[in-house]
């Protein structure tokens, strides 16, 4: 049986991953359907609005299962992690409470206006709800990652008597790294949300769907994804040098590098061994670390043999780090090719098709892997330099740790196949789905599903 500090690092690292997959979804969702409405309101087009209400079908279940998860892991900083709210509390509990206080509270009050008020309230009021909505999702994310980014790189407080008071909330919140987390979370969700709506347009195309949304939105998503992900390979550059300053055993994980040296090499792959700290079947570039990092060829880094006992478990940081930049590579040179062939042809062979619903959900997997990059890199730290994971952990018994951890990995189990299957099925149903007609204010008026030139969707 683990013991009750890796039981409850699991649990929380299960409940983080389940609930990160929504928020990544709804983050930049919101401002897609603010896009869909405002071109909608000018052009009076109504393939505008109808791939609006397909997606916002998809940013409410979304919103859904992000709230559950949400309020569920909130609730392990009391049972599982007592430790981390005695310590920083308070700085850590006013932090969530401005989430909740300027954008779950902003969420909650208007999305029954963007979901069901296009008919009920002016254009402009339905519009304004979902722009509110967009931005509160952002600021969410505002006042999280400003939290974690806190536990990552903490500066204006002080220890009294064991416990962190904050002296300068400016300098909490706007704390050295947070602002290329942010950055770099946000084209996270961006390019996320780009190619889950390119992989479910994908969908509907090669399910022989013949109406302008799913053609609409695949552009849309394809030439947004072009442009940003060479945007998130130079905002993760800048976050990798920040976190050199800050964290660099974390640097040193990620790079798996064991000695200080000048003119690192960049590892391609290998398998990090922490026993004998050294790299089996190690593929190298040589000094290509350095200059990435260091922008010299012989540019020093540290190794992680200068911090022994107080660096992060190197494989699970490695292999992730590689996973989140193979995934990254990947959507780069299938944006590109597939951005071309619209361009020139106005349309995608079947194969590149098929390759677009297999990425659907390819932004989750990078995301998750630069979570835990982040996450596990923190180690042996909760908030770094100041509490250590093992002094915050519930004293409870693993056993009661064992059971509540495996319903929670039975329950997201069957929510994330629920979610992905009604997707999907959503995808399905709008392929045949009678169309409105929505060019008049009045209430919708039932057309035939054959499209009609100019007005198909």
Not at 184 to 193: E, G
Not at 399 to 427: D, G, M, P, R, S
Request: net charge neutral.
């Amino acid at each position: 049986m683990l013991d009750t500090l890796i039981l409850s690092r699991i649990q929380f690292a299960a409940n983080i991953s389940f609930h990160i997959l929504f928020p990544t979804i709804t983050i930049a969702l919101g401002w897609l359907l603010f896009y869909f409405k405002v071109r909608f309101d000018i052009s009076k087009h109504p393939v505008w609005m109808r791939a609006y209400r397909f997606w916002v079908k998809v940013f409410a279940l979304s919103f859904a299962l992000g709230v559950v998860s949400g309020i569920t892991m909130s609730f392990q900083f009391g049972t599982n992690w007592p430790g981390f709210m005695e310590t920083v509390g308070n700085i850590a509990g006013p932090l969530l409470a401005y989430e909740i206080l300027t954008a779950f509270f902003l969420e909650a009050t208007l999305l029954g206006i963007m979901l069901f008020g296009f008919q009920r309230v002016p254009g402009w009021a339905h519009t304004g709800a979902t722009f509110l909505v967009a931005l509160a999702t952002t600021l969410s994310a505002f006042w999280i990652l400003a939290l974690n980014s806190w536990m990552q790189t903490p500066v204006g407080f002080e220890m009294r008597d064991g416990v962190a008071h904050a002296t300068d909330w400016l300098a909490i919140i706007f704390n050295p790294s947070f602002p290329y987390r942010l950055g770099h979370m946000l084209l996270a969700s961006a390019l996320t949300v780009c190619f889950l709506v390119a992989g479910l347009s994908a969908y509907r195309l090669l399910r022989g769907d013949s109406k302008k949304a799913p053609q609409l939105t695949l552009k849309t998503a394809l030439f947004s994804a072009a442009l940003l992900v060479p945007l998130q390979a130079l905002v993760g550059d800048l976050h990798g040098l920040n976190t050199l300053e800050h964290q660099p055993q974390k640097v040193a994980a990620m790079e798996g590098l064991w000695q200080t040296q000048q003119g690192a090499p960049f590892v391609l792959f290998a398998i990090p061994d922490e026993d004998s700290r050294q790299n089996r079947f190690a593929l190298e570039i040589p000094k290509l670390a350095s200059l990435i990092l260091t922008h010299e060829l012989n540019g020093e880094l540290q190794g992680l043999d200068d911090f022994v006992g107080k660096h992060p478990p190197v494989a699970p940081v490695f292999f992730s780090f590689r996973i989140m930049v193979g995934i990254g590579l990947l959507m780069l040179a299938i944006a590109w090719w597939c951005s071309a062939r619209l361009y020139r042809h106005g349309n995608l062979t079947q194969l590149q098709l098929k390759l677009l619903v297999g990425m659907t959900f390819s932004g989750w997997i990078a995301t998750l892997a630069g979570w835990y990059v982040t996450e596990i890199g923190r180690q042996p730290y909760l908030v770094y330099g100041v509490l250590k994971t093992r002094d915050a952990v519930t004293t409870i018994a693993s056993e009661q740790v064992a059971i509540t951890l495996t319903l929670y990995l039975l329950l997201y189990a069957v929510l994330l196949f629920a979610y992905i299957k009604t997707l999907f099925v959503l995808a399905k149903r709008a392929v045949d789905v009678e169309e409105y007609d929505l060019t008049q204010p009045g209430l919708p008026e039932r057309k035939a599903c054959a499209p009609a030139e100019g007005a198909s969707a």
